[in-house]
């Protein structure tokens, strides 16, 4: 699939009622002996099953296909539709029949860890000789109790994009990207100012998903936070995050954001971007595989910056478990350890220019050969991934009290600091495990 559908369907599509389903699974406890303090790893020929959402299908069946060629197991995908995924897991879960290894969007593992989807890792992982050099916010995800439930499987995360043929036709310095979001106003007013249907900057207004993987980080490099360190209470009504979204309807209003953003509710997102027609906007790394650069589109990136400096990223991406009711612990374990070694993570993740989960090889030759890569691998360390079990129903689910609170702060009438006031209680009720 392409990248801009797959960032999309990671941070814009409505999640399913993950919270209520999973339940289920809370009595739910792994074959005896295939948990704590077993470090076991065999390649004896075991099918292995493994489940992951359709964003994620491709870079999963890539990693498989290199491990199945040189390995005695061998691993079978199933792949379901995102919308879809976290009620089949539940129910799966319910009934005792997971898959071996299941991947899950890195902001779902807190709830799947607590629900017991997982088997505990902790024996495994700690062996690792690079397990302190592994995605720290993927692993703070995946950790309950002090135990590890999952690893970090694929990594995406937010940082600018700005188009240097437009730097330059502007009369921009296509070498310096934006360093302040006073910056980036400043470049985007200037590019907009080309005419025609060329615009400035672009955001999805209509996707909830999307508006926190690239506002949130302009908060967080401005000083801010969004919830709190428990992730059951919304700080939406900081000063920071008022000035944030003051500025994005800023953008809007002047005109600089082209109209149809409002209505912009994912599937098509990042089209304009990629037609030539926007000078800088803020979406998932993984966008840059798709890119076909020419004489319309010179890609560069850059962090995404705060107020006025710093910078920060929205680490997403999926984690990847072995199944509570799984069987073949020691199979798995032999797979998921693989993908997280030196071959793996160069010659398949790097090579396909996807971003290595270990920060010890963010340096590595395919990084070298593309610096854009060498910004993701940077930012992997040092971006966030907000935690909270009820993190899917109160920000990804269309119906949630996010996507109110995002296009009444950016679209509405009034001060955007007081609406994010006006909708934090909203928000922390939804956190806190309220309807």
């Excluded at 009622?17 to 004896?44: E, F, H, Y």
């Excluded at 969004?226 to 919304?234: I, P």
């Excluded at 680490?315 to 997280?340: E, K, M, P, R, Y």
Aim: hydrophobic share 40%; glycine share 12%.
């Amino acid at each position: 699939m392409t990248s801009h559908i797959r960032t999309t369907a990671r941070w814009g599509r409505a999640a399913a009622a993950v919270a209520g389903v999973l339940v289920l699974a809370a009595c739910q406890s792994g074959p005896s002996g295939a948990a704590a303090g077993d470090t076991a790893s065999v390649d004896d020929g075991t099918t292995i099953t493994m489940w992951t959402r359709s964003p994620t299908a491709t870079f999963s069946q890539t990693l498989i296909d290199a491990y199945n060629a040189s390995h005695k197991n061998k691993v079978k995908l199933t792949v379901f539709p995102a919308d879809s995924y976290q009620q089949k897991v539940g129910t799966a879960a319910g009934a005792k029949q997971l898959p071996d290894l299941l991947a899950a969007d890195v902001v779902y593992a807190p709830n799947y860890a607590a629900k017991g989807l997982f088997l505990d890792l902790t024996a495994r992982v700690t062996q690792l000789p690079f397990s302190g050099s592994l995605a720290a916010a993927h692993m703070k995800a995946a950790t309950a109790g002090g135990k590890h439930y999952a690893v970090p499987h694929d990594i995406d995360l937010s940082a600018v994009f700005y188009n240097k043929v437009l730097f330059t036709r502007a009369g921009l310095d296509p070498e310096k990207p934006p360093s302040t979001l006073d910056e980036i106003a400043a470049d985007a007013r200037k590019i907009a100012a080309l005419g025609g249907d060329t615009k400035g900057y672009f955001f999805g207004g209509a996707c909830p998903g999307c508006q926190l993987f690239t506002s949130w980080p302009m908060i967080w490099a401005s000083g801010g936070t969004v919830l709190n360190d428990q992730g059951t209470a919304a700080t939406l009504d900081s000063p920071q995050a008022g000035k944030v979204y003051s500025w994005l309807r800023q953008l809007y209003a002047d005109g600089v954001v082209p109209a149809s953003a409002k209505n912009e509710s994912g599937p098509t997102w990042t089209q304009s971007f990629l037609d030539g027609k926007i000078g800088i906007q803020p979406m998932g790394a993984t966008a840059l595989q798709g890119m076909k650069e020419g004489p319309d589109l010179q890609v560069g990136v850059a962090p995404i910056p705060g107020l006025t400096g710093g910078s920060s990223s929205f680490v997403g991406g999926d984690v990847l478990g072995i199944g509570g009711n799984s069987t073949h612990a020691a199979a798995a374990w032999d797979f998921i350890a693989w993908t997280l070694s030196d071959q793996a993570q160069v010659d398949v993740v790097a090579k396909s220019k996807n971003i290595t989960v270990r920060s010890d090889l963010a340096d590595n030759t395919y990084a070298k050969q593309d610096p854009r890569l060498g910004v993701f691998n940077r930012l992997a360390s040092q971006g966030r991934t907000p935690i909270s079990v009820n993190f899917g129903k109160t920000f990804n689910d269309t119906n949630g009290p996010w996507t109110a609170t995002v296009i009444d702060a950016v679209f509405g009438s009034g001060d955007a600091g007081s609406i994010l006031k006006q909708h934090n209680a909203a928000v922390t009720e939804s956190l806190a495990g309220g309807s």
